[in-house]
């Protein structure tokens, strides 16, 4: 059970190195380590020490892996403006203005292979939501560096999100014809688009006052929380409630788990010869990945995914 830890452990190393280590040496490394723990299995005292460098040694390729994996290009630092083409991944609020993150098809500068897979650029317009194909003029540069030694790292996150420039429209964005995209990305254009198609729905059919906590607590998009709520929620404390996190997906699968384990149990010859709690339980995972993919997928709602699934598969 330790070497998880111990695997833990190496990627804990691997961001507190103060270089970029190739991930095909670490591997290599760890490759070699397990089989000199094989050939040595004898040596109770080499062994565990051994073993322990293996799985630490992975653990650093893995990470390693994980950065040469996400690694996109990125626009140079100096502000210029560029034509991007592409849809709408994701929309949230800045201020009175919209910020767009677009998934980008097709650029006017520079060469193909060094566009950026996304874009974060500043709007006013409210004519377009997820999923659509736009065409917009805008000036952008790479992501910022941190304004103090020490501060938010603006540029590191836009890294493992993919997005290669920051930037604002200097035109009224325009309708852009639907480009042939992979199926991965067509499939996320897809859930992207039913995400906000479902809030748009909601919007127009509940309470005015609630409408917006409704559709942020379900497919956790956020701009639709009047300003008012958002402060009432910070002062209160409460603004971690909009989190989708170990709270929501306990309350959505663990209802339906037990519900239906209710259900079942109803049909007396059926939980006679079965334990209705293990369909029950796959209810609940199904129920787990739906919301998962509805609320966006979030680190903190990946994190309860994988919580919930634990429980569910044990």
């Given at each position: 059970e ?6 833990m ?41 051994l ?21 996109a ?102 309708a ?41 607590l379900l ?9 008012q ?5 910070r ?28 259900l ?13 709690r293990?369909p029950?339980?796959?209810i609940?995972i ?25 429980v569910?598969?044990?």
């Amino acid at each position: 059970e330790w070497g998880v830890v111990v695997w833990m452990a190496g990627i804990a190393t691997y961001f507190m190195l103060p270089f970029e280590p190739d991930w095909r040496i670490a591997g290599s490394t760890g490759v070699i380590l397990a089989l000199m723990a094989r050939l040595l299995h004898h040596k109770d005292v080499i062994k565990p020490g051994l073993i322990a460098a293996c799985l630490m040694s992975l653990g650093i390729a893995c990470s390693a892996w994980h950065t040469s994996d996400t690694k996109a290009p990125v626009l140079p630092d100096y502000e210029r403006s560029y034509t991007v083409t592409g849809w709408i991944k994701h929309v949230e609020k800045s201020g009175n203005r919209l910020r767009w993150v677009i998934s980008v098809t097709e650029m006017d500068d520079p060469a193909p292979k060094e566009w950026p897979n996304y874009v974060r650029i500043r709007v006013s317009s409210e004519t377009f939501s997820a999923g659509d194909f736009v065409k917009v003029r805008a000036r952008l540069s790479a992501p910022p560096d941190p304004v103090v030694p020490g501060g938010y790292d603006s540029a590191r996150a836009a890294f493992f999100k993919q997005i290669g420039g920051y930037g604002y429209a200097i035109a009224d964005p325009q309708a852009a014809r639907a480009y042939r995209i992979s199926r991965v990305d067509a499939v996320r254009q897809r859930i992207s688009e039913f995400r906000y198609d479902l809030a748009d729905r909601i919007l127009h059919g509940s309470p005015e006052p609630t409408a917006g906590l409704q559709v942020a607590l379900l497919t956790g998009i956020r701009i639709y929380i009047p300003e008012q709520q958002n402060e009432a929620l910070r002062l209160s404390g409460l603004a971690h409630i909009l989190a989708i996190s170990g709270l929501h997906m306990g309350l959505v699968s663990g209802s339906l788990y037990f519900v239906f384990t209710f259900l079942l149990a109803l049909f007396i010859p059926l939980s006679r010869r079965f334990d209705v709690r293990k369909p029950a339980a796959c209810i609940g995972i199904l129920a787990a990945t739906a919301y998962l993919i509805l609320s966006g997928a979030s680190v903190a709602t990946q994190r309860a995914y994988i919580m919930a699934l634990v429980v569910f598969m044990a």
